[in-house]
């Protein structure tokens, strides 16, 4: 994965790219990277701040032949590979938070987007968006999101080699990728269970149905997330935020 590289230094969304590549019939592993995006996505409808030469912004073209409503496992698959990414690469122990969130120190670092081309039941290509803030300073981020968000810099002091990270996650991606195809998403929600903060806890959750409040039980082999609320029902929950309640 990451093999050929489509560089661009600024782009509307490297997501858009890789859909347009991926619809040119692009063979499985091209990467999209961009020093900047001027429309970044997030989930959800959100936006992305993807200012030039500081992060790390890339869309990942796949080509799993898989079910449709397994794609979910992907997006589990990819925060796997970036949080071991980062690990090796800086020595920081970030966590995930469900579904595609990763976290270092409370607050978010990386987050996943992962879009699909599919026809009937059938998936064309999987596009797998990460949005990694790696060397941005503790003050260039605006003031709504510095709440919430953080880099690799702000909290160690270190600057990073992007090239080095995006490298990294090639690497990680490519070696679970290789395992999931071959043995399926078992020892891939192992290593995802590992690394997540919310399991076990006590957690609200937000979307366009309500808000729920309860216990995370775990997650299915799809990658839904489960929920015992306080009568003991247990709810799936395909989409939404999460926060870790006391
Ligand atoms: C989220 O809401 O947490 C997901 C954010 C995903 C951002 C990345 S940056 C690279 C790729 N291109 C986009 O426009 N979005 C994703």
Redesign the pocket.
Known sequence: LGKKVVYHTSLK????MAHLEAAKNAEEGVLVVADE?T??????G?S?H?PAGTGI???LVLKPRIALQKAPQLTLLTAVGVVRAIEKETGLAADIKWP??ILLNGKKIV???TELQAEADQIHSVII???MNINQKKEHFPEDIAAIATSLSAESGKEYSRAGLIAAVMLELEELYKVYLKDGFGLIKLLWESRAQSLGKRITARNLNGTLTGFAKGITDEGVLLLEDDEGMVHSIYSADIEITT
Do not use: A, F, K, V
């Not at 969304?13 to 858009?16: K, V």
């Not at 429309?39 to 959800?44: E, K």
């Open positions: 969304s490297t997501q858009e995006q429309g970044g996505r997030g989930r959800l959100r992305w993807s912004w890339m869309s595609n969130d987050g996943i987007l968006g990460m949005g």
